[in-house]
């Protein structure tokens, strides 16, 4: 009977940790090899309810020790259920001018968030995507392990 007690707080807390109702999307694609290809957009899908709800985007980016650059520019397009297309650059800077990088590190990784857009009014509920490539002189850059997106609802 303790055991079963002990698993079920476990289950309680853990849905409790994991709960958050302010998050549309938060997801990462790995790039094979720590390489992303100029050629390989990563796209990221999310839906929206409502047309009264405003939104902030985030970029997340991982990145390895090997990664030649400070910065990384992204070249991005928003795409709403009516297949109308918001295009964009941006830059996100990696590291400061000492070379020390500037994201959450843990064994050679470095996880950079960086808000993208803020108070995001969506007009059209249904099924938006987000495209991201990236805007780099190689063509294969090297070094970057993850991309990922997170829409979030302001309350």
């Not at 002990?6 to 790039?31: A, G, N, Q, Y």
């Not at 405003?54 to 009516?82: K, M």
């Not at 857009?117 to 850059?141: A, C, E, K, T, W």
């Amino acid at each position: 009977m303790k055991h079963f007690l002990i698993l079920i707080f476990l289950l309680l807390m853990l849905s409790i940790v994991s709960c958050d109702p302010r998050k549309v999307t938060d997801e990462f694609h790995s790039l094979k090899g720590s390489t992303w290809n100029a050629d390989s957009l990563q796209t990221f899908q999310f839906p929206v309810f409502r047309k009264d709800q405003y939104h902030n985007i985030y970029f997340n980016v991982r990145n390895d020790r090997s990664y030649p650059f400070s910065n990384l520019w992204l070249f991005v397009a928003i795409e709403n259920p009516l297949g109308e297309t918001r295009k964009d650059t941006i830059q996100l800077i990696l590291a400061d001018p000492s070379g020390n990088w500037l994201g959450k590190g843990f064994s050679g990784i470095y996880t950079h968030r960086a808000l993208y857009m803020q108070n995001v009014y969506f007009p059209d509920p249904g099924n938006y995507s987000i495209r991201i490539g990236h805007g780099m002189r190689p063509s294969l850059l090297k070094g970057i392990t993850d991309i990922g997106i997170r829409v979030e609802k302001i309350n």
